[in-house]
């Protein structure tokens, strides 16, 4: 069975996270046009990378969800305010953990993404989305419990990289799941590479140092499976 464990986001999510999830995930205009979802996002940096408190940074995480949530009402036509929803409830659910709700808001953050997807959003904010919905699928348990599904994890992790193929995220997100899903150590090491060696982001420094470090932490993890 999948585990439900989201580096985003960072993540996964994400949290994805995506961790969180779920990382996590520029998902504002590359301009900074849109200050309200830079300054969502800049919110998800500092709890992800500099709450080490658990208890408070699941508190954090909670209010800017809530917080998004409230811009996405107020604007229902902008897709942004909804991916920081979906991020951000994608990484609470690797804090949370299984006996936390994990699940719950996992799905819960899966139905945002598609939201703003289903909105035609701009390249960078469709990659958000794409790195985020990889991380959650192929980490989130398969069906009866949830809807893990590697074949869709696979299909959002490419999109991303053909979205933004020399992108923080799309890579690191595809050197995640190759190194931690299917063992192809050689071709995670060399997404983890480029990973490491992308852009940065303006308004987004704190985010690419804490991804970067985990690529390099998981690179030389990776190495040593190479090498053995």
């Known amino acids: 069975m999948k585990k439900i464990l989201f580096q985003m986001a960072g993540f996964l999510l994400a949290g ?51 917080d998004a949530e409230a811009v996405a009402a107020k604007e229902p036509n902008a897709p942004g305010p909804k991916v920081w929803v979906g991020i951000t409830l994608a990484t609470l659910g690797g804090d949370v953990g299984a006996m936390g709700g994990a699940l719950g808001k996992v799905k819960e953050a899966k139905v945002w993404l598609e939201k703003a997807l289903a909105q035609h959003p701009d390249k960078e904010l469709e990659t958000s989305i794409h790195t985020t919905l990889g991380s959650l699928y192929y980490q989130v348990p398969g069906w009866p419990l949830g809807y893990g599904d590697e074949d ?22 595809m050197a995640s799941y190759l190194w931690d899903e299917t063992r192809k150590y050689k071709e995670a090491a060399e997404h983890f590479k480029k990973a490491i060696a992308a852009p940065s982001r303006p308004g987004r420094e704190l985010a690419d140092s804490g991804r970067k470090a985990e690529a390099k932490m998981l690179l030389a993890k990776v190495e040593k499976k190479i090498h053995h």
């Open 16 to 66: 994805f996270l995506l961790t969180g999830l779920p990382a996590v995930l520029s998902a504002h205009a590359a301009d900074g046009a849109n200050d309200t979802v830079l300054q969502l996002s800049q919110r998800w940096d500092q709890i992800k990378y500099k709450t080490e408190d658990k208890k408070a940074r699941i508190a954090a995480y909670e209010k800017l969800i809530a």
């Open 152 to 173: 869709k994890a696979v299909e959002h992790l490419n999109k991303a990289l053909e979205l933004s193929p020399n992108g923080l995220d799309a890579h690191f997100w």
